[in-house]
């Protein structure tokens, strides 16, 4: 037997209509902030992730699916999502269009790691991204999406972590400090840590090592680095986030792990799913454009982990919730029944009903079971008799009742939830 690659997985079943209800949401949200979705492709050129993600990186380094196509070309499959849309808003002016550009996305990501719980080698973001403003309104706005977003879901167990990393000058300056200060205290941290102090030294404040706490917490302070602008900029954020009342937390050891970002960041997290704390987060990539190849422009945005976010919903649910359903199963009885009520199952197709009929030439018994396990509204039968008059038998599921009407007028008796 053939199975499914590792780190993937199938979904089918009340799992995946629960999905189908989220992407919806991902939708309707985004268009009541004034977003639009945009699709990119799946392969992107390498190039791409190694100058807007970073060389130094582990997603670059390590957790890429790079290939080289039949051309010479060497593509890869999609890491993230935000040098895809960076990239393809250079590429198509859309910053010179609309001063304001607000884009959402939504689709599947791929790296190499370490299968587990919350974590697979093909998964799934929901994203959106405001390109043009510098201001901390934008800022605001993409959090607000964020967070709009998880309660229209439902889920409520989560904190909003945020944090300034300042401007781009102010950053540097608080890096070249850190770095300092981590390398005379190198022999303290994990390896993991002495890993991250070459390649990419912010990220130590994030480790969860125990080893790793003393130093983190004795290391020189963010704060202590940034410029007036940077203060001012992160004190409108906070303003705004208590005006709009989303509660959140000021975590000044959270920091993004890719070198592109400043000012403003934040992060979903969660004690409901163990080690795998983070759902979603974002922050302000004003040098990404730049970056990329593109001429310097303010941008912000954010991503959420599909997969995480499910599982929280399910942890607090208990369950998927309750199924849609159909509006109608059609039963017939006899062979010359079938043709008549297929006809009937048709017109109200075309009417936007939801119909099932049955394929197997089952006992009546048999297709009522049917109907249950399809959550019908409604089961409409027809057999010979109803076929010489000229009617069908209609039964709501809900009340047990049953009429015999008109097979031309079946749908004045059916009503939609």
Request: proline share 4%; net charge negative; glycine share 8%.
């Amino acid at each position: 037997m053939i199975s499914v690659v590792r780190g993937m997985r199938d979904l089918f079943g009340p799992e995946l209509r629960a999905w189908q209800r989220a992407e919806e949401v991902f939708r309707t949200t985004s268009a009541s902030f004034g977003y639009e979705e945009l699709r990119t492709p799946i392969l992107e050129h390498t190039e791409l992730f190694a100058r807007g993600v970073g060389q130094e990186t582990d997603i670059v380094g390590k957790e890429m699916y790079s290939f080289e196509d039949r051309g010479g070309d060497s593509v890869t499959l999609r890491p993230e999502m935000t040098a895809a849309i960076v990239r393809a808003a250079i590429e198509h002016n859309f910053v010179r269009h609309s001063p304001t550009t607000r884009i959402w996305y939504a689709g599947p990501q791929f790296r190499y790691e370490r299968p587990q719980k919350g974590r697979y080698r093909q998964f799934h973001q929901y994203g959106a991204e405001c390109l043009g403003s510098p201001h901390p309104e934008a800022d605001v706005e993409i959090i607000q999406l964020a967070y709009s977003v998880l309660q229209t879901i439902g889920v409520t167990k989560f904190t909003l972590e945020v944090n300034t990393l300042g401007s781009t000058t102010s950053r540097a300056a608080y890096r070249e400090a850190l770095v300092t200060y981590l390398r005379a205290n190198v022999e303290r941290l994990s390896e993991d840590s002495q890993r991250r102090l070459e390649r990419n030294p912010l990220r130590v404040l994030d480790s969860k090592d125990e080893q790793d706490k003393p130093v983190i917490a004795e290391a020189p302070k963010l704060v202590d680095y940034l410029d007036v602008e940077s203060r001012q900029h992160f004190e409108s954020v906070r303003l705004m986030l208590d005006v709009a009342g989303i509660p959140y937390v000021h975590n000044p050891l959270l920091v993004r792990g890719l070198d592109y970002y400043c000012h403003t960041v934040f992060e979903f997290t969660t004690t409901e799913l163990g080690t795998q704390n983070a759902i979603g987060g974002g922050g302000r990539y004003d040098p990404l454009f730049a970056l990329i190849g593109g001429t310097d422009t303010p941008a912000v945005g954010f991503s959420l982990g599909v997969e995480r976010v499910m599982m929280l919903l399910e942890q607090e649910r208990g369950e998927w919730g309750a199924e849609k359903g159909i509006d109608v199963f059609a039963i017939a009885i006899g062979d010359a029944a079938r043709l008549p009520l297929r006809l009937i199952s048709l017109r109200l197709r075309r009417q936007g009903y939801s119909v099932v009929e049955d394929l197997q030439r089952r006992s009546v018994k048999a297709q009522m079971r049917d109907a249950d396990r399809h959550g019908a509204r409604y089961t409409i039968t027809m057999g010979d008799d109803e076929l010489a008059q000229g009617n069908v038998v209609i039964k709501n599921m809900a009340t047990g009742e049953q009429q015999s009407v008109a097979d031309t007028n079946v749908e004045q008796f059916l009503t939609r939830p």
